[in-house]
């Protein structure tokens, strides 16, 4: 099966969209005391590499107030999450309290505990709350602007939408697209996105889907719990104090004060108290021995000072009770806070697109069918999404390109654009722009992806110290506003525990990409992450410039010179068998199967669009090496300078025809065969190799042809006349009319 004619197109006419921004420099991120406060950061590391250890920045002071309100769905009951955080019972009885001493009630400020009696904020408290986050925020797009600013309108039928970078990991390479289609409405503003298989656990938490309605019956199960003992007597209570007290002090290398030591007696007494008491059981003298060696820790830092301390846990005993737990009933009404959703047969968007205009219509309801399953969401007030799962689209028989696709819809009309992506939170997505931090994350991990890094050790052990940074630094808000948490009901606590973990997220994003820097650098051969960082090639923002938006590879860029060696006397080509040149053109892009069926460009234009959406190869489009052709036959695109596409992060290759096969239930799928390595396939001998671009490839800028080949003088008059006329003079840096050519010039 031909690769080459995988693409062809009809006849359309659309001027190419200018996007580009001045890449941000790296950040330049410094490191810090290898311990995070209220956690041991190091052990983490070294445990999760064996002999590899990385430095780790310590976390910062929490900051108290309201977090982002975008943020992954906690657990269904949120109390428990505070349980297996901190070791706590849903609902602890008050610790008396004395009146805190100036001393006390300093030390308190400092660590941003909430001195109140365990209610929420008045609503003044609450407008004020409010008002100061959204004044934080605005400060935060001021210092870190998005990388691609989201239109209030996307542009009326443009075919290719208006491509955004979205926050977070939940969207592969963190990409989405604003269409505006033409409608006898009024436009219809629809938001495109891929989101990843990891992130489709939140977005169904969102769903209520027929046959999936749960009710709660009472099963027996072991739980871990505390003692009756502990709890009457709050040592776990008394000992966390003194060890937050203590702790407050080592982390601002601060003398010990009256307070600290009073409140670590205070937890002794009570302690000592249970111990020597001849009454207790031998499980309750094992809890109360718990306690006191934690706190002859707490002693040794008040005589000597040192490191912060591990984190402490409440001791628990595994017990047989009677537990709610919730299982699927066939029908029901929607539970409170979840989006009613009904599944029904897969389809796509059946948009048009006027050739002569160049402009892409829809009527808001058309669609074409596809083999798999999706979800028809209500969001109210006239908005709808449309997601393919993977969960219920099986990769043997299913079309394995659609899956994790999502459709967001607005009511018809103009403006929608910034809303759209607001509304990514109703399905518990990130909602927020990318900022530069943001991208370098992102960057970074198409890298690993790319260069083939994530099966070492180095990089297992950063990506897991990474996680639990961001968990520890959960644990730590988290504790910090226990008393206010504890006040909540459950769907209250539901969403303060949804912007603790979009606040933790945020925190730690800097001192994240820092350990997972400084072990790409070492996976690459360099000293530092400083020095990564600081190289030619390393790019952390995304090309701008096409239709859409790509991350280039560091190992590529900064080896320019040995990649066109590698390539030297071989070229990548596509050939359009008989499709049309100069439709192609019109376009502006090389578009894979799945971006064109959106763009309303239809169906059955290349060799095998059906198998290609059963292998996953639809979401690419497919180029092949090839020798230097020197008298190519017309209707061809041709790349003499690969290194122009190779610096791209999203390919991958076989050195024959496997139909782009990524789905690992096809019979073309073929894993040892894939290769993302530039030298690997600047040396396929296979006649049918192909190379997969994920969505398509710009031609009318940076990555253009270096050889667009007309059949005819005729055509190339044409094209040329066309790209005059919407002012593209330049392709690639080098003249129009040096890369329009015939095969009849060779």
């Known amino acids: 099966m031909g690769t080459g004619s995988k693409s062809s197109h009809q006849s359309y006419a659309v001027s190419p969209t200018a996007l580009a921004e001045a890449p941000a420099a790296p950040l330049d991120i410094t490191g810090a005391p290898a311990a995070g406060a209220g956690a041991d950061l190091t052990g983490v590391a070294a445990g999760a590499s064996g002999d590899a250890a990385f430095e780790v920045p310590e976390l910062p002071e929490p900051v108290v107030g309201p977090a982002s309100p975008a943020e992954p769905p906690v657990d269904e009951d949120p109390l428990a999450e505070l349980d297996g955080l901190l070791g706590t019972e849903s609902e602890p009885e008050p610790v008396a309290a004395a009146e805190p001493s100036e001393d006390e009630a300093q030390e308190a400020s400092d660590e941003g505990e909430l001195q109140s009696s365990g209610e929420g904020p008045s609503a003044e408290e609450d407008v004020l709350l409010q008002a100061e986050d959204e004044e934080i925020e605005e400060d935060e797009e001021e210092t870190d602007p998005p990388l691609t600013p989201v239109p209030?309108?996307?542009p009326v039928g443009e075919p290719t939408g208006t491509p955004i970078l979205v926050g977070g990991d939940d969207f592969i390479n963190s990409e989405a697209t604003l269409v505006a289609y033409d409608s006898p409405d009024g436009p219809r503003e629809v938001l495109l996105t891929h989101i990843s298989e990891e992130a489709e656990e939140k977005l169904l938490d969102a769903l209520s889907i027929p046959g999936t309605h749960m009710e709660e019956i009472q099963v027996e199960e072991e739980v871990k719990e505390r003692l009756d003992l502990d709890k009457e007597k709050k040592l776990a209570e008394l000992t966390k104090t003194a060890i937050t007290s203590v702790q407050h002090k080592l982390k601002g290398s601060l003398p010990m004060s009256d307070a600290s030591i009073a409140k670590h007696q205070a937890a002794v007494d009570a302690v000592t108290a249970v111990l020597n008491d001849p009454s207790i059981s031998d499980e309750e003298k094992a809890m109360a021995q718990h306690y006191m060696d934690q706190l002859d820790v707490v002693k040794d830092k008040i005589d000597n000072g040192g490191s912060v301390m591990p984190w402490m846990d409440a001791y628990e005993v595994t017990a047989t009770k009677m537990v709610t737990k919730q299982i699927p009933v066939p029908n029901g009404d929607p539970e409170p806070g979840t989006l009613a959703a009904t599944v029904r047969k897969a389809s796509r968007i059946q948009a048009n697109l006027d050739p002569a205009a160049g402009q892409t219509s829809w009527d808001g309801v058309s669609r074409s069918s596809a083999q798999g399953t999706e979800y028809e969401i209500d969001m109210g007030d006239g908005w709808k999404a449309v997601y393919r799962p993977y969960k219920d689209n099986n990769p043997a028989n299913t079309e394995f390109s659609l899956r994790g696709q999502l459709e967001v819809h607005a009511p018809a009309g103009a403006g929608h654009g910034k809303d759209l992506v607001d509304r990514l939170e109703q399905l518990h997505l990130m909602n927020k722009p990318m900022t530069a931090a943001e991208g370098e994350w992102t960057y970074l991990a198409n890298n690993i992806k790319a260069q083939g890094l994530e099966g070492s050790a180095d990089m297992k052990a950063a990506m897991e110290t990474a996680q639990g940074l961001q968990d520890l630094q959960v644990q730590e808000i988290v504790?910090?506003?226990?008393?206010?948490?504890?006040?909540?009901?459950?769907?209250?606590l539901q969403t303060a525990m949804k912007r603790i973990h979009l606040e933790a997220s945020h925190k730690v994003l800097p001192m994240k990409?820092?350990?997972?820097?400084d072990a790409v650098a070492k996976a690459s051969g360099f000293s530092s992450g400083a020095e990564l960082a600081a190289s030619p090639g390393y790019e952390p923002t995304p090309s701008t410039g096409g239709k859409w938006l790509t991350w280039s590879r560091f190992d590529v860029t900064s080896k320019k010179a040995e990649i066109q060696s590698a390539f030297k006397?071989?070229?990548l080509t596509h050939n359009l068998n008989g499709g049309d040149l100069a439709s192609l053109l019109g376009t502006g892009v090389l578009a894979s199967t799945e971006k064109r069926a959106v763009m309303g460009i239809g169906?059955?234009?290349?060799?095998?669009?059906?198998d290609d959406k059963m292998t996953g190869g639809a979401?690419?489009?497919f180029l092949r090496v090839k020798k230097t052709p020197s008298s190519p036959g017309g209707g061809r695109l041709i790349w003499d300078d690969p290194s122009v596409l190779m610096q791209r992060s999203d390919y991958?290759?076989?050195?024959g025809d496997h139909y782009g096969a990524i789905n690992p239930a096809h019979y073309n799928y073929n894993a040892g065969a894939i290769t993302r390595d530039p030298m690997k396939i600047a040396n396929f001998s296979g006649s049918s190799n192909e190379i997969m671009f994920r969505n398509g490839i710009d031609l009318l800028g940076a990555e253009a042809p270096s050889r667009i080949v007309c059949h005819t003088a005729a055509e190339r008059s044409s094209i040329l006349a066309s790209l005059t006329a919407r002012g593209?003079?330049?392709l690639g840096g080098k003249p129009v009319e040096d890369v329009l050519c015939t095969e009849y010039d060779y």
């Open 603 to 610: 169906g059955n234009l290349g060799m095998s669009e059906q």
């Open 152 to 154: 209030t309108a996307p």
């Open 569 to 571: 006397g071989r070229s």
């Open 513 to 517: 990409v820092e350990v997972v820097r």
């Open 728 to 730: 593209i003079t330049q």
């Open 479 to 492: 504790h910090q506003r226990m008393e206010s948490l504890m006040g909540l009901d459950s769907d209250a």
């Open 619 to 621: 979401n690419s489009v």
């Open 652 to 655: 991958y290759a076989y050195n």
